[in-house]
């Protein structure tokens, strides 16, 4: 999953934010940034800023909103899983019991058609699951198109050029970093943020193993469930 710093990265600070060399900056720091007087004072005009985005979205009651809803969706598909692989290692039960009073012919059509279900549903319920993670990645998003205004606003207040990445700074005066700053302003003006669509995959009921529907979504490689882990390896078709 991409960082916020990275997205940042991606698509700028509304034309304020730079990467800048650590080189670059200390001539800068030397030619324009923020005098300090004997006693430790900066002087107001401070031209370079610097900011932790992850820590400041981590940090935000808009993040802790997202914690608590993920927190739930995820508990709540965990017990789906759990459910379905319950009741198809029952039906796996079940038709093996029955494989002495059938056919070889029957129990393989059976077994076979079992095996395709059981897929599909895997399927499904991990479509599930990178849906959650896409939500994530759509409230960081929001998160980010709604900030960037008040970063705006705070450079402008500060009489500030521009604005970098705290983590390019070796040695630098604490009161250049906003983040502390932009949090109170975030958690001020944008509160716990406006929750984001629930992707549809996450909205419509869990397929249900007695009637055989299943999505045919793509697998994604992240998530933990039950399916996934193989509880439930196709039937031998063997005699």
């Known amino acids: 999953m991409m960082s916020l710093r990275h997205r940042v990265g991606l698509i700028g600070l509304a034309g304020l934010t730079a990467l800048v060399s650590v080189p670059a900056l200390a001539q800068t720091a030397a030619q324009n940034g923020p005098s300090a007087t ?124 521009i604005v970098i990445d705290r983590r390019v700074i070796i040695r630098g005066l604490s009161q250049i970093d906003v983040t502390d700053d932009m949090r109170d302003i975030v958690d001020a003006k944008l509160g716990s943020g406006i929750p984001q669509p629930v992707p549809e995959e996450l909205g419509g009921t869990a397929p249900d193993p007695a009637s055989g529907a299943a999505s045919e979504a793509t697998a994604p490689k992240d998530g933990a469930d039950l399916l996934e882990q193989g509880e439930m390896p196709p039937l031998s078709t063997a005699p």
């Open 38 to 161: 004997r006693d430790g004072a900066v002087s107001a005009n401070m031209p370079i800023l610097t900011l932790d985005w992850d820590e400041l979205y981590q940090s935000s009651e808009w993040a802790r909103r997202v914690k608590q809803q993920l927190a739930r969706e995820t508990a709540s598909l965990g017990s789906e899983n759990k459910r379905i692989a319950d009741d198809l290692v029952s039906e796996e039960k079940s038709l093996t019991q029955r494989r002495a009073s059938m056919t070889p012919q029957a129990f393989q059509k059976a077994a076979a058609e079992f095996d395709k279900k059981a897929t599909g549903i895997r399927a499904a319920q991990k479509a599930k699951a990178e849906a959650l993670a896409h939500q994530v990645e759509a409230e960081q998003q929001a998160f980010l198109k709604a900030a960037l205004p008040l970063l705006d606003d705070l450079l402008r207040e500060k009489g500030a050029q």
